[in-house]
């Protein structure tokens, strides 16, 4: 079993950043390609970015190009999103996601663990 624990969620202004962590438990998180996923009141969980065990091309939805990095501390079982230049369409719950393929390609459904969330609001 592999648990998820995402923390740095938080309110910001229009323009601002923020990183998101999410810490896992067990020795097999280099196995897993990790991701970040959001769900907005009303809306479906919508794939925001991923990357693989290796940290080698990480993939994002439009949306978040050239404004999201996603990356990964393997020593520290950890996985990070730095968001900057946030606008009021990012507000969300995000959520950490592992699975154990590839990170292309990334359904919600295709996933095999989830963590809890963390709220994001960007006030305009």
């Known amino acids: 079993q592999v648990h998820l624990v995402e923390s740095g969620g938080g309110l910001v202004q229009a323009g601002g950043s923020l990183r998101l962590s999410c810490a896992t438990s067990?020795?097999?998180?280099?196995?897993?390609?990790m991701g970040w996923f959001r769900q907005a009141p009303g809306k479906e969980r919508e794939f925001v970015a991923a990357?693989?065990?290796?940290?080698?091309?990480?993939y994002y939805a439009d949306s978040v190009k050239g404004r999201f990095t996603i990356s990964r501390d393997n020593a520290k079982n950890t996985v990070y999103l730095d968001m900057s230049s946030l606008i009021p369409e990012d507000t969300a719950i995000y959520y950490c996601?592992?699975?154990?393929?590839?990170?292309?390609?990334?359904?919600?459904?295709?996933?095999?663990?989830w963590g809890q969330g963390t709220q994001v609001t960007v006030s305009s």
């Open positions: 990357i693989n065990w290796n940290a080698v091309n990480p």
């Open positions: 996601a592992a699975r154990g393929m590839f990170a292309s390609n990334w359904r919600a459904d295709q996933t095999d663990y």
């Open positions: 067990g020795p097999i998180f280099r196995l897993y390609a």
